[in-house]
């Protein structure tokens, strides 16, 4: 049987038994996690519904994949820039393809409620009022008072810059040597 399975933005096609390399995942070696991001699965050319279906893997090691150098350069500017970035990744054994959701979920047996005649235990109400507050302290409109609200900027008065003749007005005659 074979799943396609999506973890960390990138799809997957995997079988009981494989090795898969996909982007770093919480847990430590030897831990078993459940993916249950299915998007198809089957069995050679038969394709199977993936209503609450599950891959099981196990983690085999938390790595660091081969070094990736990254340099920049600008011809005749005298700018170089050389960095290396190693991405994390997990190593992860395919261990099983098929289990429901439901079948992982263990069954609770339900518990008698005991009623008000039996002893329940009281829950106890409190003011909501009383629980914010301190007791000792108490807020006045003096010590607290209300944001102020903002001034509007004022108009520059003493500019340097002459003002500029109004449109269609007549233009002075150059001045004669």
Known sequence: MFAVVRTGGKQYRVAAGDKIVVEKLDGEAGQRIDITDVLLAGEGSELR???GLIVGAEIVAQAKADKVTVFKKRRRHNYRRKKGHRQQHTILRIVSIGDNKEDKKPKAAAKP?????????????APVAAADAPADVSVT??????????KAPKAETGSTKKAAPAKGAPKKAP???
């Open 175 to 177: 001045k004669a040597k």
């Open 141 to 150: 409109p003096t010590e607290n008072p209300a944001p102020k609200p903002k």
């Open 49 to 51: 519904s993936v209503e």
């Open 113 to 125: 409620v005991p009623s008000k005649a039996e002893g329940a235990p009281k829950a106890e109400t």
